[in-house]
């Protein structure tokens, strides 16, 4: 028989490092207070118990309301999940495609600076990022939709960068496709097992796999992807 997964209470989440990061500045500040305060706390309960087992009472204890309270904004607990990971998507997309990082001067600097982006962005909101990549099951089909749009223009952004830099012969004529998914495979893990308080800043996370996104596409870095 399977073992069945510890489920976090309203205090673990509450004191527990794994689910401290950035995401309460993720929110439309339209929304109001309340509508974010709920976002933060559904994030935390997505990514500790998953979206199936999380109740709406679990969303609203998080933020000290009512089990009703977060149907007044929200009409169902699918909703508070869509804006999460339609949110977090835009935001990574909007943060990595900085008007500055296109137009660096050398195709290197382009996807030295794409990279490093974009791990900075879900190192940052590790939490956030957690719950749009492991909790895209709960979507109904045309909130699905929406976001694999916004993951197929984040994928086109990295997929430029490194045809680019074949086409102009700054980087070795890899597999565009294969290397550009082990690219994204980088900062999209790390969700897994980064920690704010941990031994390397988002900072400083971005600037390694900046420069082991370069090593794959040089000629030394990639004659295992060329044999």
């Not at 749009?149 to 680019?164: C, I, K």
């Amino acid at each position: 028989m399977a073992r069945r997964q510890a489920r976090f209470t309203m205090r673990d989440l509450a004191e527990n490092p794994w689910l401290q990061d950035h995401s309460a500045d993720l929110w439309n500040e339209a929304l109001g207070e309340v509508p974010r305060g709920l976002l933060s706390s559904a994030v935390r309960c997505f990514a500790s118990n998953g979206f199936h087992a999380t109740t709406t009472r679990d969303i609203c204890e998080g933020v000290n309301l009512t089990p009703g309270a977060l149907y007044v904004h929200f009409p169902a607990k699918e909703l508070v999940l869509f804006e999460i990971i339609r949110t977090g998507h835009e935001r990574a997309l909007t943060h990595t495609r900085d008007p500055e990082v296109l137009a660096s001067a050398t195709s290197a600097d382009r996807l030295r600076a794409i990279v490093s982006r974009h791990t900075e962005w879900h190192a940052h909101h590790h939490v956030a990022a957690r719950v749009c990549q492991y909790e895209l099951g709960g979507l109904t089909r045309e909130h699905y939709d929406e976001v694999l749009e916004l993951r197929h223009r984040t994928n086109g952004l990295f997929r430029d960068a490194v045809a680019h830099g074949v086409a102009d012969g700054s980087f070795a004529p890899v597999d565009v496709e294969r290397v550009t998914r082990a690219i994204l495979s980088l900062s999209i893990d790390l969700v897994r097992w980064y920690r704010l308080e941990g031994t390397d800043s988002p900072q400083q996370l971005g600037e390694f796999y900046a420069d082991l996104a370069l090593a794959m596409v040089t000629r030394a870095g990639t004659a295992a992807v060329l044999d």
